[in-house]
């Protein structure tokens, strides 16, 4: 199986940052894309950033130009730098990715438990 483990959340003023963590351990072969979601209370998880497993990267526009995504494949781990944060991406962030455990076989995604994001005003 593969297990993956987030850190890095917690709370913070409007304008700081925070930078999240997510380590990918277990039977992996290589991982695929990686990439950060975020649902809040109410409303559809999205897809806040996402990386290649070539370095290409993606990002919704609300965090476009404060948000760095990025990743260690040595590591297993990928990151999501948040900068200038505003009480909007208050939320609980989600990592993903796509491993695939053995060589030949179909890439699955694998979630994180989330950790949460709080911006104060």
């Known amino acids: 199986q593969v297990q993956l483990v987030e850190s890095g959340g917690g709370l913070v003023q409007a304008g700081g940052s925070l930078r999240l963590s997510c380590a990918a351990s277990g039977r992996i072969f290589s991982i695929n894309a990686m990439g950060w979601y975020r649902q809040a209370p109410g409303k559809q998880r999205e897809l806040v950033a996402s990386?290649?497993?070539?370095?290409?990267?993606n990002y919704v526009d609300s965090v476009k130009g404060r948000f760095t995504i990025s990743r260690d494949n040595a590591k297993n781990t990928v990151y999501l730098q948040m900068n200038s944060l505003k009480p909007e991406d208050t939320s609980v962030y989600y990592c993903?990715?796509?491993?695939?455990?053995?060589?030949?076989?179909?890439?699955?995604?694998?979630w994180g438990r989330g950790t949460q994001v709080t911006v104060s005003s």
């Open positions: 993903n990715i796509g491993a695939i455990q053995s060589m030949g076989a179909m890439p699955r995604d694998y």
């Open positions: 990386i290649t497993s070539r370095g290409s990267t």
